[in-house]
């Protein structure tokens, strides 16, 4: 969009955040810094924790743009992405068909098999019809190779995920996990380096690779604990397989049909090289989060990189 700065100067912003979700207090988090953002930048900005009377209060605070901070589900799955087409309100990020796929891990892992993305070998199970199958799903999982992981298929920040080694470790890593979802994904633990690569509009951000150091795996702890996790940047891979991460990424948010912004998740497997675990179309912004970190790296501080993402939402 020509002259984007004027045309957002007179908008009246919203920032919605919270929302009912496992992932209420970081997007708080989220919102409240996107909003201290907006507002240090001379923006008509109001924060609004989305609640079940959202379509009243996106009426009474009269807004015309949607800076969505919300994570999980309800927020990143396409229901307020309709919601705001239905009041034809603009938004930053993807928009319902893409919001609901990525959000949802064995669709996406589909969609990216269609398009011969690699992905990590695995199967899902329903909570209706595990019961009467629980053997089958055990003996798929040894097929598979331990150890697995068991993650809910609509959670984002690993909540309700597990790495399963044993039999003990998979009735418990079940249990988590239907507490979350009524549908779990089950995957080949891979072992390697654990990346992940930010997308602002169509352009790649430098790659960031992850080393938890309060847990064995990136779990919410060292998502959102501050020194629960080291972000290294460079990303300690090769330029080769820096450059196969990123094309995968754009390969990926492109089979999605992902807009504005977006942050890639993989593991650069020692055997298969980079491979896709999911795409994430509202990443974080807190003081710990992985695209701020990217984008200062890109020489994009953080007010920069608000409007950045509400100017490409809005450039498509």
Request: glycine fraction near 10%; charge should be positive.
């Amino acid at each position: 969009m020509k002259n984007f700065h004027a045309w957002f100067k007179k908008r009246r912003i919203g920032v919605l955040m919270g929302g009912p979700s496992a992932e209420r207090e970081i997007s708080l988090k989220t919102g409240r810094a996107i909003h201290q953002s907006l507002r240090r930048q001379g923006y008509a900005v109001i924060p609004i924790d989305a609640g079940t009377d959202l379509p009243a209060q996106l009426k009474r605070a009269r807004i015309n743009f949607a800076y969505i901070a919300l994570h999980g589900p309800g927020g990143e799955d396409g229901v307020v992405q309709g919601l705001l087409d239905w009041l034809k309100i603009p938004y930053t990020g993807s928009g319902v068909l893409a919001s609901s796929m990525a959000m949802d891990k064995t669709v996406s892992k589909r969609i990216f098999a269609a398009a011969g993305l690699p992905i990590a070998r695995g199967f899902d199970i329903e909570r209706r019809v595990f019961l009467q199958n629980e053997k089958k799903y055990w003996k798929q999982a040894k097929k598979i190779g331990f150890p697995v992981v068991v993650k809910p298929a609509t959670q984002g920040s690993a909540i309700g995920v597990s790495i399963v080694k044993t039999r003990k470790d998979w009735a418990l890593a079940l249990k988590t996990g239907f507490k979350y979802d009524d549908v779990l994904l089950i995957e080949k633990y891979l072992d390697g380096v654990e990346i992940t690569v930010g997308i602002l509009g169509h352009h790649v951000l430098p790659i960031i690779e992850i080393l938890p150091v309060a847990g064995a795996f990136y779990d919410f702890k060292s998502k959102y604990a501050p020194g629960g996790s080291r972000h290294i940047l460079p990303a300690r891979i090769s330029p080769s397989q820096a450059k196969k991460s990123a094309v995968l990424s754009l390969a990926a948010c492109r089979a999605l049909g992902t807009r504005g912004v977006a942050r890639v998740d993989l593991i650069v497997d020692k055997k298969q090289g980079p491979t896709l675990l999911e795409v994430n179309t509202i990443p974080g912004m807190t003081q710990t989060s992985l695209l701020p970190d990217a984008a200062r790296a890109a020489g994009i501080d953080f007010d920069a990189l608000v409007l950045r993402i509400a100017e490409a939402s809005i450039a498509g």
